[in-house]
C-alpha cells in the first residue's frame, strides 16, 4: 500500500497533477485520495485503474496492488518465511513485472525508491526461506536485486549498482539459472558503457554471452554489444569477427522467443545492439538505418521509454557523422 501511495504520488508530481487536479481528473473525493496517497488506505481496483489511466502508465502502476488473498499471502510469509508457498512467489513475481512495466513509462528517479524497498523485503524473507519453493524465490530475487541495480545504473549510482549486480549473479549462480547470470553480467556492460570504459563493454558482455545457459537472443546482444567495445579499443578485425558470429545467431534468436526475465529482447531490440555495433565501427550509414528501424519497431508502450535515451543519442551521432 505505501510503495503504490509513493509510486503514485511521484507518478502524478512527473505528469504534472495535483493532489487536487488529480482528484477533479478522477473525480474522486479528495480525503479518500488524500488517505491513499499518504499510505493511510489501501487504494480500490478502480482508483488505481484510474490513476494508471491518468498517468499512462499501462496498467503498470495498478500492478503493484495486491488482491486481498494474495497481500494477505504475503504478509504471513513476511512474518514467518519458512512457511513460503508457490502463491507468495507468483503474487511478488507479478509485483517485479509490474515494476519492470512502470520502468517503460515513469522517470527512474520516481520508481527507484519503492523499488529499494521491496527489494530489501524480498531477500530478507529469502534468508529465512525453507522448502520446495525456495529456489522459485531464489529466482524473482535475483531479478529483483537486478533490477534494482538497473535503477541505480539509470540515475548514475554506479558503486552499489555494481554491488548489486554482483548480489543478483550469486543468487543465480546459486540455482543454477544461466540466463539470470548472463542478464547480470549484461548490467555490467552496460554500466562500463555509461562510464565511458572499453574495455569492460568487451569484457562484461563477452563474459555474458559465453555464460552457459544463456538465451540465445541473449548472447546475440550480449555478442554484439562486446563488439562495440572491442571497436572501440581498434580491434576492428575482432569486432567484424563478432558481429559475423551474431548475425549467424540471428535466426535462432528470433525462433525462440525471449524468455520472461529479459522481455524485450525481441529482434527490432537487437537492431539497437547492432547499430551501437556498426556506429563504434565507423559504419555510420548502417549504423542509422538499424538504429532507426530498432526504435521505430519498438512497441508503441516503449517508444518513449527513459531508458531509450542512449539510443536516440547513438542515432543523433550516427546522422552527423554519415
Avoid: C
Avoid at 159 to 177: C, F, K, M, S, T
Avoid at 201 to 216: E, L, M, S
Amino acid at each position: 500500500m505505501s510503495d503504490f501511495a509513493d509510486l503514485t504520488r511521484r507518478a502524478l508530481r512527473d505528469s504534472g497533477y495535483s493532489m487536487s487536479a488529480a482528484a477533479r481528473a478522477v473525480s474522486y473525493d479528495l480525503a479518500y485520495l488524500s488517505r491513499v496517497l499518504n499510505g493511510k488506505q489501501k487504494p480500490s481496483a478502480k482508483l488505481a485503474r484510474a490513476l494508471d489511466t491518468l498517468v499512462g502508465a499501462g496498467g503498470a502502476l495498478s500492478g503493484v496492488v495486491l488482491n486481498p488473498d494474495d497481500a494477505s499471502r504475503v504478509a504471513r510469509t513476511a512474518a514467518k518465511p519458512s512457511r513460503l508457498d508457490s502463491g507468495t512467489v507468483k503474487a511478488l513475481a507479478s509485483v517485479l513485472t509490474a515494476y519492470r512495466r512502470l520502468d517503460d513509462v515513469v522517470k527512474p528517479e520516481s520508481v527507484l525508491p519503492a523499488t529499494l524497498a521491496q527489494m530489501n523485503e524480498l531477500t530478507s524473507i529469502l534468508k529465512e526461506a525453507r522448502g520446495p519453493h525456495r529456489n522459485q524465490l531464489a529466482e524473482v530475487a535475483s531479478e529483483f536485486v537486478q533490477f534494482g541495480g538497473w535503477m541505480l545504473a539509470q540515475v548514475r549510482d554506479d558503486a552499489q549498482a555494481v554491488h548489486l549486480r554482483g548480489d543478483a549473479l550469486e543468487l543465480a549462480d546459486e540455482i543454477g539459472n544461466g540466463m539470470l547470470a548472463a542478464q547480470a553480467l549484461n548490467f555490467k556492460g552496460y554500466i562500463a558503457r555509461q562510464q565511458g570504459h572499453p574495455q569492460g563493454i568487451a569484457r562484461w558482455f563477452t563474459a555474458a554471452a559465453d555464460t552457459p545457459g544463456a538465451h540465445p537472443a541473449q548472447r546475440l546482444g550480449d555478442i554484439l554489444q562486446a563488439a562495440a567495445g572491442w571497436a572501440e579499443l581498434g580491434e576492428t578485425d575482432h569486432a567484424l569477427r563478432m558481429v559475423e558470429n551474431a548475425e549467424r545467431l540471428t535466426d535462432v534468436a528470433a525462433r525462440v522467443p525471449p524468455p520472461d526475465t529479459a522481455y524485450w529482447l525481441t529482434p527490432e531490440f537487437n537492431r539497437l545492439n547492432l547499430g551501437l555495433a556498426t556506429l563504434a565501427l565507423g559504419r555510420y550509414d548502417q549504423a542509422a538505418d538499424h538504429l532507426t528501424a530498432g526504435l521505430a519497431g519498438l512497441p508503441e508502450d516503449l517508444q518513449n521509454a527513459p531508458w531509450g535515451w542512449e539510443h536516440r543519442e547513438a542515432l543523433r551521432q550516427a546522422v552527423e557523422a554519415r
